[in-house]
């Protein structure tokens, strides 16, 4: 089955700094990358999400690359303000609806005044 | 509506009882899903529902029993749980379509077992 690897586990940054969290997926099948934002005690929310036959896309300050070929993706946030800070998750699928969403294993981010 | 709704939002119960948490959504999606979540942990796929019928079951113990009665609701009952059971259990819905997947979560069920 497909195993996503995330790094780093936590990640501080000073506001206004970038922010940079990396997984790789193992199942050369997934085609279907998204981004999860969980602030303590609430649901995850999806923030940003990709597919196999695009290799970057971007929605303000959050941007997400992918290089199936090395089978990575990332996820950049620019400008970071303190409410961004939370614990992000990569997933990964293949892609459509009732399939099995294998996660990573969290990035706590603490964005510091 | 864009709102997985669950029921109750804390649960606390023994060993021996027998309780059920709740699932509802009104966006006409016709995949549901039960996802368990420890502290600090990525949530964790236990079963899926496609169009009212159990197409993933990931090997969940008995005492953990999924239902769908229709396609807007989706049941998790339980039964003899452990302490270890004890975590935050996330229902969430999306659509069957690809390119149409995007999970919607629900605010979750605290459950603590005794």
């Not at chain 1, 790789?24 to 649901?43: H, I, V």
Request: charged content about 20%; aromatic content about 8%.
């Amino acid at each position: 089955g497909e195993n996503v690897e995330q790094h780093p586990s936590t990640l501080s940054v000073q506001e206004g700094d970038s922010a940079v969290i990396k997984c790789t997926y193992s199942d050369s099948a997934s085609n279907y990358f998204p981004w999860y934002k969980q602030e303590l005690g609430k649901r995850p929310q999806l923030i940003i999400d990709i597919r196999s036959n695009v290799g970057e896309k971007k929605d303000q300050r959050i941007a997400v690359t992918l290089n199936k070929t090395a089978k990575h993706f990332s996820l950049h946030i620019t400008e970071t303000q303190p409410e961004d800070s939370a614990v992000y998750f990569c997933a990964a699928s293949m892609g459509g609806g009732g399939n099995k969403l294998t996660f990573g294993t969290g990035t706590q981010l603490k964005v510091e005044l | 509506d864009t709102e997985v709704t669950q029921t109750p939002k804390h649960l606390v119960m023994g060993m021996t009882n027998k309780k059920s948490l709740k699932c509802e959504q009104h966006m006409g999606h016709r995949a549901m899903y039960w996802y368990k979540q420890k502290a600090k942990k990525p949530p964790e796929l236990m079963f899926v529902y496609s169009y009212e019928k159990l197409s993933i079951n990931e090997s969940v113990p008995s005492r953990f029993s999924p239902e769908c009665p229709n396609s807007s609701l989706l049941n998790l009952h339980l039964h003899a749980l452990q302490p270890e059971d004890s975590a935050l259990y996330l229902c969430a819905s999306s659509q069957q379509d690809r390119g149409a997947e995007k999970l919607f979560f629900g605010s979750g069920t605290q459950l603590s077992v005794l």
